[in-house]
């Protein structure tokens, strides 16, 4: 048997290439929408793909099942509880999907979703799996949250995941392998781990949630302390049920001149710039987001910018924009209108207003801070990171929260903005250019660099 783990790091979670060795067919578990990059692994290493298979509806990616049934002709496969508003499988426990000597089967494993289902995976001369695909049903050190379909149904998610994992998944021997959709870096994880895979006996041994002994016990583990997520996510379980657009590949950009750009804006179009923190703060299109590339940019411009608004890029690299464009298609934003040609220093030759912003480094903080009493540090971390440690008399205010409600901040203030390094501070600051806020400076290196300076910290266990 074969497995490949096909890994996004910008929104944290895993695809599978599950094939026969012998016979060549293969399936993909819980593919993203642009397919090509596993049609190319499967045609380089000599794979049939055959199927493609949901463990649930997800909340944080447009699903590939459509593509792929369209454009390649896979049979495809959800449980039936999905809902789907196309033709597919419909999947239900104890149904097997074969690939020559192996089979997949399907267990189902609700919690984190109503409808999820895992797949084992199994030799079919062999009575027990040796592997299974549990999306987010179990995942390294915990589960995927159960909040994310509203308050009404959390408590009930989270008592249909306790039992998932305590009555189906732990009923496994030891040495199966663990193979989750969701991992680091995904707001669907509730753990840290930096792990993408796990065994049932490590499970067993290390996860907290699979030593609750009682239901109770299990959800005040499973529900303490959950961050923040993008609000991208309330849009996805709803494209993904429907007949989500075919996307046959990457369009062609336009490359838009200043005066069309401006135009657009004009019209309600966003324009989008992924270019670095630095290059931001030399000079950006006015009111623009500021969302670098490895912010990442799907996570944030999913919860910053209003769900698939147009939006016109910022950045002259066509590789980049190639990336940006794949971030943004994975989350469901298809209104990509073109991009500025010749990138700034185009649009401030046809004489167009141009925004900045000034850089300030730790050590000019630190050393101004007591002159410039009225100089707000605003922290945009997240709110775990800010209880690990933070600037003293700094305003906590996490970045997605600043585009709602009233800000404890004057708009004639002076602000200094600091993230964790710089890039979710040029979010921050495009966010607060927005609404006014004209004194806002960039503290490089962010809190990082604050920290390795050896500058004093309030309540990190480090000080």
Same mark, same amino acid.
């Given at each position: 048997m074969f497995v490949k783990q096909i890994v996004d790091e910008s929104l944290g979670n895993s695809s599978y290439l599950v094939a026969s060795k012998e016979t060549g067919q293969a399936a993909l578990i819980d593919p993203q929408r642009d397919v090509e990059r596993y049609v190319q692994i499967a045609e380089g290493l000599g794979l049939k793909l055959t199927h493609a298979l949901e463990t649930h509806l997800h909340a944080d990616f447009v699903s590939g099942l459509r593509e792929l049934a369209e454009r390649y002709q896979l049979v495809i496969g959800a449980s039936s509880e999905s809902h789907l508003a196309f033709s597919h499988?419909?999947?239900?426990?104890?149904? @097997?999907?074969? *690939?020559?000597? +192996?089979?997949?089967?399907?267990?189902? #494993? !609700?919690?984190?979703?109503? &409808?999820?289902?895992?797949?084992?995976?199994?030799?079919?001369?062999?009575?027990?799996?040796?592997?299974?695909?549990?999306?987010?049903?179990?995942?390294?050190?915990?589960?995927?949250?159960?909040?994310?379909?509203?308050h009404h149904l959390t408590k009930p998610l989270t008592h249909l995941l306790y039992h998932t994992i305590h009555d189906t998944l732990l009923q496994f021997p030891d040495d199966v392998i663990v193979y989750p959709t969701h991992g680091a870096g995904s707001f669907c994880n509730t753990p840290s781990s930096s792990e993408r895979v796990t065994t049932i006996g490590n499970e067993r041994k290390w996860n907290p949630l699979a030593q609750a002994r009682t239901d109770q016990e299990f959800l005040n583990?499973?529900?303490?302390?959950?961050?923040?997520?993008?609000?991208?996510?309330?849009?996805?379980?709803?494209?993904?049920?429907?007949? @989500?657009?075919? *996307?046959?590949? +990457?369009?062609?950009?336009?490359?838009? #001149? !200043?005066?069309?750009?401006? &135009?657009?804006?004009?019209?309600?179009?966003?324009?989008?710039?992924?270019?670095?923190?630095?290059?931001?703060?030399?000079?950006?299109?006015?009111k623009a987001y500021g969302i670098p590339l490895n912010t990442p940019l799907n996570t944030w411009a999913g919860w910053v910018?209003?769900?698939?608004?147009?939006?016109?890029?910022?950045?002259?690299?066509?590789?980049?924009?190639?990336?940006?464009?794949?971030?943004?298609?994975?989350?469901?934003?298809?209104?990509?209108?073109?991009f500025l040609d010749g990138e700034m220093m185009a649009w401030e030759a046809e004489g167009f207003p141009v925004a900045r912003v000034p850089v300030m480094s730790v050590g000019e903080l630190y050393n101004t801070r007591a002159n410039l009493p009225a100089l707000a540090v605003l922290d945009v971390r997240q709110d775990a990171e800010w209880r690990a440690g933070h600037l003293e008399g700094?305003?906590?205010?996490?970045?997605?929260?600043?585009?709602?409600?009233?800000?404890?901040?004057?708009?004639?203030?002076?602000?200094?903005?600091?993230?964790?390094?710089?890039?979710?501070?040029?979010?921050?600051?495009?966010?607060?250019?927005?609404?006014?806020?004209?004194?806002?400076?960039?503290?490089?290196?962010?809190?990082?660099?604050?920290?390795?300076?050896?500058y004093p910290v309030v309540g990190s266990t480090k000080s």
């Open positions: 499988l419909r999947l239900q426990e104890g149904d @097997t999907i074969d *690939l020559g000597e +192996l089979s997949l089967g399907v267990v189902a #494993t !609700p919690g984190h979703t109503p &409808e999820h289902v895992s797949f084992t995976l199994r030799e079919t001369d062999k009575h027990t799996p040796s592997a299974i695909f549990t999306g987010g049903s179990l995942i390294v050190g915990g589960a995927a949250r159960t909040d994310l379909l509203g583990l499973a529900l303490e302390g959950l961050p923040s997520y993008p609000t991208y996510f309330q849009y996805l379980r709803a494209v993904n049920q429907l007949r @989500t657009r075919v *996307l046959k590949g +990457l369009p062609r950009l336009h490359a838009l #001149t !200043p005066r069309q750009v401006q &135009e657009q804006m004009e019209q309600g179009v966003f324009a989008l710039d992924t270019r670095s923190a630095r290059q931001f703060a030399a000079s950006h299109i006015p910018i209003p769900f698939n608004a147009p939006l016109i890029l910022i950045e002259e690299d066509p590789s980049k924009r190639e990336q940006a464009m794949r971030q943004l298609f994975r989350i469901g934003y298809d209104e990509i209108r073109g700094a305003i906590h205010i996490e970045g997605g929260q600043l585009d709602k409600g009233e800000l404890a901040l004057a708009k004639e203030q002076g602000i200094v903005v600091h993230c964790g390094h710089s890039d979710r501070s040029t979010v921050a600051i495009s966010l607060l250019e927005r609404r006014g806020y004209q004194n806002v400076r960039l503290l490089y290196g962010g809190f990082s660099a604050w920290e390795k300076a050896g």
